[in-house]
């Protein structure tokens, strides 16, 4: 058998496209996306959520299939480039591996609310007598947070062990079109609350005061960036990979087009559905990484009410849920496929199994605190950073990266790890093999469009962006 053949190949543009958008569609769009919006501004986050993408992440996207396809691995595509850039490498893979253990907490908690509103079909109580205020009881509830998160580890781990990703596939085939339909239900019916216009036009009119002030335009960049990261799962391996799958007939520059495009899709349709419920019932848009589960808690039980309320609720999580373990199992198998290629290469037995549940615990481990510390909120069972540091939500020091275990990982990923990934990455494809990513494109015998711009957004353009995050994110560090 030759190469190509043992490793695999996708069979139909279609189905990579599922799998990448797969990837790229989870709790990044729906849960991510609402609230770093709610937080910074609204209307200037998403013009420069929009303005990145376009400039930024689809050029990257692009480079990293590019260098998947032209390299035949994953996040050992580095080493492949030259010894001494393998540690760009172990970088990108640390990046899931931090991810996975908070994104498994929020995964845990979508998959409590899908219970509870099961259990309310059958006309018991699925929330604890909390009804909407669930969130807050929720938080405190260790038991809960910890038992959901080690479902949601267990589920992944189980489908990543059994090499069953394909069967899911075909399933998210299925779900994720459906949760397109069913958010598209809800925007509608959102729309109709008393109250919802402001909503919009906290997104869509425009309102250029986050950008009056050198301090608050960097912050918002910051915070879009990171989110462009997190949502295309850029810079951790995940499409340096998936390229590695693509045959060379197929196109790059357009997947690379395609996938940024139905995920900033998604994206923009949870806002449009957040954003008007947070005005309809009276929600902080800036309530942090609580957002989308207090928001929709209201819709569903204050809104829709009774019956109707559960079932489009169950739904919603259920969905939702599905979203985000295809998402956990891209960010599992990229971790124990590393390993287990290696293992391969050095003639050892894989121990897929093994390899798997290792990192399952030790990611489970590292979500603890994440889960226990009530999303900062304060006395709960184990102290947010900012308490340990001794600071409370009022003092100077209390920043975005401290106020919660899970937004201090999400900044040392997408705030850090990834920046400086996508920093060496554009300086390499920039300067170092220039015509790499052209070449690549070019095989699949398609011109290699906006040749020009590429050169300039890979040697100067994205170097530039990722210097001001990096700047803006050790500066907020330090404050
Ligand atoms: N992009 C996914 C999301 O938005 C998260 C993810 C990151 C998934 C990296 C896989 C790899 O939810």
Not at 328 to 333: C, K, T, Y
Not at 442 to 447: L, Y
């Amino acid at each position: 058998m030759n190469e190509i053949k043992q490793r695999g190949q996708w069979g139909s543009t279609f189905g990579f496209l599922m799998a990448s958008i797969g990837s790229a569609i989870g709790l990044g769009n729906l849960w991510g996306f609402p609230y770093k919006m709610g937080s910074t501004g609204g209307f200037a986050f998403l013009v420069v959520y929009l303005i990145l993408v376009v400039t930024v992440g689809i050029a990257l996207m692009m480079g990293e299939f590019a260098l998947g396809r032209k390299t035949g691995t994953g996040v050992g595509a580095y080493a492949k480039l030259g010894e001494k850039y393998k540690v760009l490498g172990w970088m990108a893979a640390f990046c899931p591996f931090l991810i996975l253990s908070f994104y498994a907490v929020l995964a845990g908690m979508t998959l409590r609310y899908c219970v509870g509103f099961l259990v309310q079909i059958f006309g018991m109580d699925g929330f604890a007598g909390q009804g909407s205020g669930f969130f807050g009881f929720l938080l405190y509830d260790t038991k809960s947070m910890v038992l959901f998160l080690a479902l949601a580890m267990l589920i992944t781990m189980a489908i990543v062990m059994g090499g069953v990703q394909g069967g899911i596939e075909k399933f998210s085939k299925v779900a994720m079109p459906a949760l397109g339909v069913i958010l598209i239900g809800i925007i509608i019916f959102v729309a109709f609350q008393p109250g919802a216009i402001e909503g919009y036009k906290f997104m869509f009119k425009p309102d250029f005061s986050q950008f009056s002030d050198f301090n608050s335009f960097f912050n918002v960049l910051k915070v879009a960036s990171g989110q462009m990261f997190f949502s295309l799962s850029l810079a951790m391996g995940i499409n340096i990979t998936f390229g590695s799958y693509l045959s060379k007939e197929k196109s790059i520059q357009r997947n690379a087009v395609i996938v940024p495009f139905s995920d900033t899709l998604f994206a923009l349709f949870a806002g449009m559905m957040i954003m008007p419920a947070c005005a309809a019932f009276g929600v902080d848009y800036g309530a942090g990484p609580g957002l989308l589960f207090a928001s929709m808690q209201n819709v569903f039980i204050d809104g829709m009410g009774g019956m109707a309320g559960n079932v489009v609720g169950f739904l919603f999580y259920f969905l939702v849920f599905i979203a985000a373990i295809t998402s956990s199992i891209a960010l599992l198998e990229v971790l124990t496929s590393g390993i287990v290629d290696k293992r391969i290469a050095k003639g050892k037995d894989p121990s897929r199994k093994k390899i798997s549940l290792i990192f399952a615990v030790c990611i489970f481990v590292v979500g603890l605190p994440a889960a226990m510390d009530a999303l900062g909120s304060g006395g709960a069972a184990i102290p947010a950073p900012y308490e340990l540091l001794g600071l409370t939500p009022d003092s100077p020091g209390f920043a975005m990266w401290n106020d919660c275990w899970l937004d201090l990982y999400d900044m040392i990923t997408e705030g850090v790890l990834m920046p400086l990934g996508a920093l060496f990455m554009s300086l390499l494809l920039g300067w170092k093999f220039p015509n790499l990513v052209k070449e690549e494109c070019e095989e699949s015998g398609n011109a290699f469009k906006g040749a020009g711009y590429f050169k300039f957004a890979f040697r100067f353009l994205i170097p530039l962006v990722m210097i001001l995050v990096l700047y803006t994110q050790i500066q907020a560090f330090f404050l």
